[in-house]
């Protein structure tokens, strides 16, 4: 697999099959996604993969919390902006309209979407799980560090034949993940994310969310 076909094959999955991924393989990808560009080298990224029998216990606590606080704890940072103007927050609807489609839950339903959200916090099923922290310290600059440490990581779970979701869903949750993963308090979560095999028969996995067309974003002068 090429880069581009790598680029063209991601997705953010939401069905894996319970078959387990090779430990090894998982420790390449998170050290080699550690070429990513890096202003000044900082490397801001720290990594918590989670897999076995430590990934069973994080669920059941998951499944007792989203209970008990299913609106989440005080969040960190906000995950979309307050307020959301266009043509972002038509994008955010479609992509949300087209998910719920697929599945079948109609609009009006918000109890079965309620519980199909809470599916990001088993992660839709995956065998492992990754939680990415960010220094206190460190700023927009350094964010966007992080994301493209885990652009890298994604990519080369492609190359392996593996599937990923992002989930910032998880900074709705920061006390519970930090007190699971005995987190400093000096690191901030930022995102979580589920890796797996993908099912092919999950009707989720066959969202393939839309882009915008390059005149729409992109500009090109001189050339």
Not at 151 to 159: A, F, G, P, S
């Amino acid at each position: 697999m090429d880069v581009s076909e790598a680029i063209a094959t991601r997705r953010s999955v939401r069905g894996f099959l319970d078959r387990p991924v090779d430990p090894a393989l998982l420790r390449g990808i998170v050290e080699k996604a550690a070429r990513a560009p890096s202003g000044g080298n900082l490397q801001p990224w720290h990594i918590y993969v989670v897999g076995g029998d430590e990934l069973t216990r994080l669920k059941e606590i998951m499944a007792q919390r989203i209970t008990e606080v299913p609106r989440g704890e005080e969040m960190e940072y906000d995950i979309y902006p307050k307020t959301l103007g266009e043509p972002y927050a038509s994008r955010r609807f479609q992509v949300g309209e087209d998910m719920y489609g697929r599945i079948g839950i109609p609009r009006e339903d918000r109890d079965a979407r309620r519980r199909w959200f809470a599916r990001n916090f088993m992660f839709f099923g995956a065998p492992v799980a990754l939680f990415c922290y960010v220094s206190r310290t460190m700023g927009p600059p350094q964010w966007s560090d992080l994301g493209m440490y885990l652009e890298n990581v994604m990519l080369l779970l492609r190359e392996a034949g593996l599937d990923s979701c992002p989930q910032e869903c998880w900074a709705m949750y920061p006390k519970t993940i930090g007190a699971f993963l005995d987190a400093p308090d000096a690191q901030m979560l930022f995102t979580g994310m589920a890796i797996g095999w993908k099912d092919p028969d999950d009707p989720a996995n066959t969202l393939h969310a839309k882009r915008v067309p390059l005149a729409e974003f992109a500009e090109f002068r001189g050339i």
